[in-house]
């Protein structure tokens, strides 16, 4: 049974960082990519960062540079360390396999003040 459980979201002002937490439970990182989703109000659910089975990263253009994501294979948990953070950056962030094959968790609430 797959369970995805983002933590580490919060209100925090331009600039600042914050560091997302995904227990993924059921998913095995060695064979599976896992993505970073987010999704903004009124805007579709888009993925802002991934790492593949072998460890390889990618990132949308909006977010290079300023977020990174890592794994800890042992803890089945998925990390997205955003720095720099900008309003535009406001979002709940989703972790799924990449493609998303498994239901949604809750995701976190990312806040980006002006």
């Known amino acids: 049974q797959v369970q995805l459980v983002e933590s580490g979201g919060g209100l925090v002002q331009t600039g600042g960082s914050l560091r997302l937490s995904c227990a993924a439970s059921?998913?095995?990182?060695?064979?599976?990519?896992m993505g970073w989703y987010r999704q903004a109000p009124g805007k579709q659910r888009e993925s802002v960062a991934s790492?593949?089975?072998?460890?390889?990263?990618n990132y949308v253009d909006s977010v290079k540079g300023r977020f990174t994501i890592s794994r800890d294979k042992a803890l089945n948990t998925v990390y997205l360390q955003m720095n720099s953070l900008k309003p535009e950056d406001t979002a709940v962030y989703y972790c799924?396999?990449?493609?998303?094959?498994?239901?949604w968790g809750q995701g976190t609430q990312v806040t980006v003040s002006s």
């Open positions: 799924n396999t990449l493609p998303a094959r498994h239901n």
């Open positions: 059921g998913i095995t990182f060695s064979i599976n990519a």
């Open positions: 790492i593949s089975s072998g460890g390889i990263t």
